[in-house]
T-cell receptor, first 110, second 114 residues
Framework: GEDVEQSLFLSVREGDSSVINCTYTDSSSTYLYWYKQEPGAGLQLLTY?????DMKQDQRLTVLLNKKDKHLSLRIADTQTGDSAIYFC??????????FGQGTELSVKP | NAGVTQTPKFRILKIGQSMTLQCAQDMNHNYMYWYRQDPGMGLKLIYYSVGAGITDKGEVPNGYNVSRSTTEDFPLRLELAAPSQTSVYFC?????????????FGPGTRLTVL
C-alpha cells in the first residue's frame, strides 16, 4: 500500500525507555525521519537516518532501520515527562516530498 | 532567522468564503510545501514548489490554489471554503541540498469552516 503506518498510542513511566515503531512502503526512500509535535505546535525534526545505515544514535535517541522488513524504530532512553508529544515517522519520495505516518502519541507518566 | 512563519494562527470561515493562508521563510530555501493535518492523522501534502514560478500538486490539491512569485513567500488560497477543509495547515521549506531533504516546519494555521 501507499501508507506509512504507526501505532497510535504508547504510555510509559518516567525513566523507562520508549520504543516507537513505524513501517514504510517505498524501498527506494533515501532518508527516513522522525518528527516531534508538541500540543499546539508545528513539527520539529528530531533525527533522520540515511537508508544505507542500520542504526543512528543521537544522545538519548536511537534509530534502528531494517530495510528488508521496511521497519523503522525510535528508542528514547530515560524518557521524561517533557518527551510527551506526538511522534511522526516520514519517508522521503521523489522531489523531496515526505509521506507521514499517522503519528504515535507518547504519554509519559511520573 | 525567523525560520518559517505562518499567518494567521487561527481563523474561522463560513462556508463559501475565501481566504489566503500566508507562509514565508527567510532561509533562502528553494523548496516549499503545504500540508494539512486532520485530527488523529498524519500530514497530507497539498501543493509544493521547487522554486519561484514553479508549483505542483500533492496528494490532496482539490479546493486549493498556490502561487510562488518570490523565493520567500508561498501563499495557499482557499476559494470556496467547505467544512471538509477544517484542519490545521502547515507550511514547510527545505534547501535544494542533495545530501538531505529535511524539511523545516512553520507553527501552523488552525482553520475551522462552519
Amino acid at each position: 500500500g501507499e501508507d506509512v503506518e504507526q501505532s497510535l498510542f504508547l504510555s510509559v513511566r518516567e525513566g523507562d525507555s520508549s520504543v516507537i515503531n513505524c513501517t514504510y512502503t517505498d524501498s527506494s526512500s533515501t532518508y527516513l525521519y522522525w518528527y516531534k509535535q508538541e500540543p499546539g505546535a508545528g513539527l520539529q525534526l528530531l533525527t533522520y537516518i540515511f537508508s544505507n545505515m542500520d542504526m543512528k544514535q543521537d544522545q538519548r535517541l536511537t534509530v534502528l532501520l531494517n530495510k528488508k522488513d521496511k521497519h523503522l524504530s525510535l528508542r528514547i532512553a530515560d524518557t521524561q515527562t517533557g518527551d510527551s508529544a506526538i511522534y511522526f515517522c516520514a519517508e522521503s519520495r521523489v522531489g523531496g516530498k515526505l509521506i507521514f505516518g499517522q503519528g504515535t502519541e507518547l504519554s509519559v507518566k511520573p | 532567522n525567523a525560520g518559517v512563519t505562518q499567518t494567521p494562527k487561527f481563523r474561522i470561515l463560513k462556508i463559501g468564503q475565501s481566504m489566503t493562508l500566508q507562509c514565508a521563510q527567510d532561509m533562502n530555501h528553494n523548496y516549499m510545501y503545504w500540508y494539512r493535518q486532520d485530527p488523529g492523522m498524519g500530514l497530507k501534502l497539498i501543493y509544493y514548489s521547487v522554486g519561484a514560478g514553479i508549483t505542483d500538486k500533492g496528494e490532496v490539491p482539490n479546493g486549493y490554489n498556490v502561487s510562488r512569485s518570490t523565493t520567500e513567500d508561498f501563499p495557499l488560497r482557499l476559494e470556496l471554503a467547505a467544512p471538509s477543509q477544517t484542519s490545521v495547515y502547515f507550511c514547510a521549506s527545505r534547501p535544494a541540498d542533495r545530501y538531505t531533504d529535511t524539511q523545516y516546519f512553520g507553527p501552523g494555521t488552525r482553520l475551522t469552516v462552519l
